[in-house]
């Protein structure tokens, strides 16, 4: 990442290069053995979803390549997002104890002592505001980086088509004017 922000090109070398390419290459060698061969409509999943959705305007269906990396970004982003945010929320509870007893007092409460159920998520009011709190303190995303497709501005700034936007996260959600 620091490489990236610095500007630095592609083929500059970084620790771990090597072990991130065989990782990328098996992710995107089992992705494909998933996405080849597969009939659209034989499962109701996201995968089968993606390889049978045809974008309304062209009446096109999305490519392999495509499928494939939409799986990919998904995997890896809900994967990574979801283990940060549950790491950070699980610590910051065993911070405080207090805390960790009413969410599961609320969730014993909800659930009659029994699993969580997809139908119970609206009722755990507290839990949800507690994961919230510890994503905020400790964002899974911590800068996010975008770029420009026009001209736009931002407040005072001018803001021209292909420069990159870093938004840190990470600061925005500790920042003194929007939180005491």
Known sequence: MALTILGAPRWVPYPGMRK?????????????GLTSGNEPGLRNNLLSLL?????PQTGGSMSETHVRESILAFVMAGHETTALALTWTFYLLSLHPEIEERVRGEIATITGGGLVQGEDIESLRYTQQVIQEAMRLYPPARLIVRQARRVLRLGTETIGPGTFVYVPVY???RHAEFWG
């Open 20 to 32: 991130a390419a065989r990782g990328r290459g098996f992710l995107k060698q089992f992705v494909a």
């Open 51 to 55: 390889i049978g959705a045809n974008d």
């Open 171 to 173: 600061a925005v959600h």
